[in-house]
């Protein structure tokens, strides 16, 4: 997949997977990274998918209503992309902690859905359930920070709201950090991303 590795300067500290939104590409979060951990080490991916030219991590039949067969198989190429990339450059591949909006977000959650093991942590900005009806495999020990808008058009509350149980009910660790705002992503929330990465990690 189409990539950038930069290697951190603190070699235990998690190497953050950036994954964007759609429409989006490899460089978008990089800044976002360089304020939330400086220190790490970075594999920011391309999505495969082209919508309408855009790049996107799966694809979707309309907005908000994603091809269940097309999200299982991204999901398990980035999954394994992942996995080569930790040994091709030499990173730690259980200490790997997602930074990902909107389509990026979900398509992060959707590997804590379908493979066990696949993230150590994620900052999820403005996700999705990315599926529904399936058996999460147990996140004991997986942190997860979600940030959200109350107002987010994209989003209903309550789909925020079911992906926090769903994870929680997987024995991940939820923290989550509502804005006042919409799908955009804003500062206060990085800030908060920002801290719960200190603490956690
Ligand atoms: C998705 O398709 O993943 C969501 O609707 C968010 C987005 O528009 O990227």
Not at 32 to 40: F, G, T, V, Y
């Given at each position: 997949m189409k990539h950038i590795y930069t290697?951190?300067?603190?070699?235990?500290?998690?190497?953050?997977?950036?994954?964007?939104?759609?429409?989006?590409?490899?460089?978008?979060?990089?800044?976002?990274?360089?304020?939330?951990?400086?220190?790490?080490?970075?594999?920011?991916?391309r999505g495969n998918v082209l919508e309408n030219g855009?790049?996107?991590?799966?694809?979707?039949l309309a907005e908000g209503l994603f091809d269940e067969e097309d999200l299982v198989f991204r999901t398990k190429e980035l999954t394994e992309f992942v996995n080569e990339s930790a040994k091709t450059y030499g990173f730690d591949r259980d200490r790997v902690v997602a930074i990902g909006y909107s389509n990026g977000a979900n398509i992060a959650a959707s590997m804590m859905y379908h493979h066990e093991n696949a993230l150590n942590g994620a900052i999820l900005f403005h996700a999705m359930v990315p599926r529904r009806g399936v058996e999460i495999p147990d996140l004991t020990g997986t942190s997860v920070f979600i940030g959200a808008g109350k107002r987010d058009p994209l989003i209903p509350l309550n789909e925020t709201k079911e992906?926090?149980?769903?994870?929680?009910?997987?024995?991940?660790?939820?923290?989550?950090?509502?804005?006042?705002?919409?799908?955009?992503?804003?500062?206060?929330?990085?800030?908060?991303?920002?801290?719960?990465?200190?603490?956690?990690?």
């Open positions: 290697k951190g300067k603190k070699q235990d500290a998690p190497t953050l997977l950036l994954l964007h939104g759609t429409g989006g590409n490899e460089h978008d979060l990089l800044a976002l990274a360089n304020m939330i951990a400086p220190d790490s080490s970075i594999l920011s991916v855009m790049p996107r991590f799966f694809r979707r992906l926090i149980k769903d994870l929680e009910k997987a024995n991940a660790t939820m923290n989550e950090y509502w804005v006042d705002g919409g799908h955009q992503l804003v500062r206060e929330e990085v800030e908060k991303a920002k801290e719960w990465f200190e603490a956690t990690y």
